[in-house]
């Protein structure tokens, strides 16, 4: 579809829906609520500003019979499109000027350009669940004062025998022989391989049986 023609389109079907058809409609209504650029060019029928006045004055000046403007405004911007450089400031310049939508809506079969689609809200992206709070770290409950407790004798507090006799041993000194057997008692012989280990040995360092 020309530009003209989709622009008239779009104005046409604006007034339409604002009952205005039937009156006589302010230049600035045109360039304000039914035909404003940012919707024209959202219907790609134009690309900038100037290209836009460019076509608003090609409608006040009659072109295509869709409008019927003041003789005054009609006049002035059909002088300007004879110019090879023509003022645009002269469809503004006649805001307050009127006029009446005289052609019907484009002939059948003609594509019809939508009115500025309203643009359908945005749901809000659901914001994360908080992270879980760690669990708390217990604090060990203080322990309570408690007496000392008398170390729990051990074997090593009772009379020692003698590994060879197991005859008692005295234990108010320091023993090496016994002296019922004579047996050395800081070392005894391997049951298994007859190694000789310490008496305090629990395993034969030799061949690892217990002693």
């Given at each position: 579809m020309p530009s003209l023609d989709a622009l008239s389109d779009l104005l046409i079907r604006a007034a339409q829906t604002a009952g205005a058809t039937a009156?006589?409609?302010?230049?600035?209504e045109i360039l304000d609520t039914h035909a404003p650029y940012r919707q024209v060019r959202?219907?790609?029928i134009v690309d900038t500003n100037d290209d836009y006045l460019l076509l608003v004055m090609r409608?006040?000046?009659g072109e295509g019979g869709y409008v019927?403007?003041?003789?005054?405004?009609?006049?002035?911007c059909a002088t300007e499109l004879a110019?090879?450089?023509?003022d645009l400031f002269v469809v503004r310049s006649h805001g307050h000027a009127t006029?009446?939508?005289?052609g019907a809506l484009p002939r059948a079969g003609a594509p019809a350009v939508p009115l500025a689609p309203v643009a359908a809200p945005v749901?809000?992206?659901?914001?994360?669940?908080?992270a879980p709070a760690p669990a708390p770290i217990p604090t060990p409950a203080p322990m309570a004062d408690t007496p000392e407790q008398s170390p729990i004798p051990s074997?090593?507090?009772d009379d020692p025998n003698c590994i060879g006799c197991a005859h008692p041993l005295p234990n108010d000194r320091d023993i090496r022989f016994c002296p019922w057997c004579g047996v050395d008692q800081t070392t005894k012989q391997c049951p298994g391989c007859g190694s000789e280990v310490k008496a305090t040995w629990r395993f034969c360092v030799t061949c690892g049986r217990p002693t």
């Open positions: 009156r006589p409609i302010a230049v600035q959202a219907h790609a409608l006040l000046a019927d403007a003041e003789p005054a405004v009609r006049t002035a110019s090879p450089n023509p006029v009446r939508i005289t749901a809000p992206t659901p914001a994360a669940p908080p074997d090593a507090d």
